[in-house]
């Protein structure tokens, strides 16, 4: 949005629903990912290391003490149209949103601004419902005359399961398969249907599915998710692994395989 006004078009967004804006600063600050500035190693342990319960409690905490520091801050956005949420509000934790939603945040490094000054046309609370000769038709009968629309809709595949299937192959069966040896094989159907759910946060407030045993799959680890993640459990799955290789790899702690409630920990 912002680079398309910046290149001299003539803009709109719409907006499907309230988003939750977060500034950048509030991210960069020191006292949270602004702690990468006094060394990677440190902040990696600072940000892997307790539970994502509180990780998350303790960044709403953070963030909202920003906020109430400016609670005018996007006063103006609002008036221009826009159905913001800010840091003020204490159900809003940007960890649910990277973790349980895949999505609607907005990091603001300067869009915010754009529309506040009224610089791109805002469409709130209505979503496309049809293309037309000309455009768009929204859900409140409105048209909207483009010549381009550009899609900003999120990520539809945080479960893996959904998608591994089409990764593994193309030529799914729904039978077992044999190599040249005659073992059997799972094909990957059978693959896929095994996979644990991924992301969101299981009954005892951790992430499910990533860098861990799955419980109908041997063998078989999900690695994802931002760069520290990687860094850190990177670490923790390859001793997942060489234990395994090794024959030491003690039974996977399987006891809380479901699902919590979304927003009870967050």
């Known amino acids: 949005m912002q680079d398309c006004y ?3 078009l003539q803009t709109s967004m719409v907006v499907r629903s309230p988003t939750y804006i977060v500034p950048t600063e509030y991210v960069t600050h020191p006292l949270s990912l602004g ?5 990677v190693e440190a902040a990696d342990k600072l940000f892997n290391s307790i539970p994502t319960c509180i990780d998350a409690q303790l960044s709403r905490g953070l963030f909202g003490m920003f906020g109430s520091l400016e609670p005018e801050r996007y006063a103006g956005l609002k008036k221009a149209g826009f159905p913001v949420i800010d840091s003020n509000d204490p159900s809003q934790s940007l960890i649910s949103n990277l973790l349980e939603t895949a999505g609607g945040h907005y990091m603001d490094v300067g869009g915010a601004k754009v529309l506040e000054e009224g610089k791109v046309a805002i469409k709130a609370l209505v979503e496309p419902v049809a293309y037309t000769p000309s455009g768009l ?3 409140d009968g409105s048209i909207v005359d483009t010549d381009a629309v550009v899609w900003c809709t999120g990520f539809a595949d945080k479960n893996v399961g959904e998608v591994a299937e089409e990764i593994l192959s193309s030529a799914a069966t729904t039978e077992e ?6 073992e059997p094989h799972l094909g990957p159907r059978e693959i896929a249907s095994r996979i644990d759910n991924t992301w969101g946060l299981d009954s005892e407030g951790e992430i499910r599915g990533m860098w861990k045993r799955h ?4 063998n078989f680890w999900i690695m994802g998710g ?7 459990h990177s670490k923790t799955l390859a001793l997942q692994i060489k234990a395994a290789l090794e024959g030491i790899l003690p039974p996977a702690y399987l006891d809380t395989p479901s699902a919590k409630p979304s927003g009870a920990c967050l």
């Open 6 to 8: 910046e290149a001299g």
């Open 35 to 39: 702690a990468y500035d006094g060394g």
């Open 137 to 139: 038709k929204l859900s």
């Open 177 to 182: 398969v044999s190599d040249e040896t005659g």
């Open 215 to 218: 419980s109908r799959l041997d």
């Open 226 to 232: 931002f760069t520290s993640q990687h860094r850190w």
